[in-house]
């Protein structure tokens, strides 16, 4: 049986986007009910697509999704949201925003944004690709792979 790749990528596209969403907790152990499996997952605010990922272990990605220095999603959104706030030093992998800002984020990420995974062991980059080119979500910086 030959497999139709785009095919496979919209049915992995339309399951993860209909996965149960959940608010994210910026506190101590909200990753601990995710499993430790590849993957991918999508951030949502309200019912807008704002970024995809892929990881090889969901649940450690969920604890650096709540660390500036550890997702770059992060400290994109500190970044525009508060460049203009007393303080502000743009964030790195190095370093955090300032305590202020970094609250700020929680609070807004806790409120207003939700993430939903599917569990993926083959083809988890090719379905970020996919949905960032056929999604366009808002946060993802880097450009989709070429695919032949």
Known sequence: MEIDVQQYLQLLKDKLLAAPQQFIA?????????????????????????????TGNIKERMGDIVRTCNHTLRRTLGAEMYDGHPGYKKATSKERFCDEIEVLLNDFMSTQLTVAF???????AELEDFIIRTELPVYNIKKPRKIN
């Open 26 to 54: 910026c506190a101590k152990g909200w990753r601990k009910p995710f499993p430790q499996k590849a993957g991918a997952y999508v951030i949502r605010q309200s019912s807008r697509l704002v970024y995809i990922g892929e």
């Open 118 to 124: 599917l569990e993926i062991e083959l083809g988890r």
